[in-house]
Nanobody, 124 residues
Framework: HVQLVESGGGSVQAGGSLKLSCEVSGITYRPNYMGWFRQAPGTEREGVAAIRRDGGETWYAGSVKGRFTISRDSAKNTVYLQMHSLKPEDTAMYYC??????????????????WGQGTQVTVS
């Protein structure tokens, strides 16, 4: 069964950096899509970034474009989210997500079929 495990969250001062990792296991094929979402208390989950399996095309939310970078290591079946110039508004639980089947680009929240447990990012 597909499992996703995030890591790398923590507390950082405004302007600082963090790099999140998401390791995917339980599959024998590479996912078509991987995404990062975040959710602050009392808010809906929102998309942050996404990346395609092969072409490497990426998508970013306007609020993070230029500050965050999504990347993947296919050999390790891992996706990363490098975050720079962090702001207090970035404080949230960050989740990685997976979808195998082809769909509209970029995938929406409900297009993803598997989710990690989340890793907390706190910016003060």
């Amino acid at each position: 069964h597909v499992q996703l495990v995030e890591s790398g969250g923590g507390s950082v001062q405004a302007g600082g950096s963090l790099k999140l990792s998401c390791e995917v296991s339980g599959i024998t094929y590479r996912p078509n899509y991987m995404g990062w979402f975040r959710q602050a208390p009392g808010t809906e989950r929102e998309g942050v970034a996404a990346i395609r399996r092969d072409g490497g095309e990426t998508w970013y939310a306007g609020s993070v474009k230029g500050r965050f970078t999504i990347s993947r290591d296919s050999a390790k079946n891992t996706v990363y989210l490098q975050m720079h110039s962090l702001k207090p508004e970035d404080t949230a639980m960050y989740y990685c997500a997976y979808r195998r089947q082809y769909c509209t680009w970029p995938p929406a929240l409900n297009d993803y079929t598997n989710w990690g447990q989340g890793t907390q990012v706190t910016v003060s």
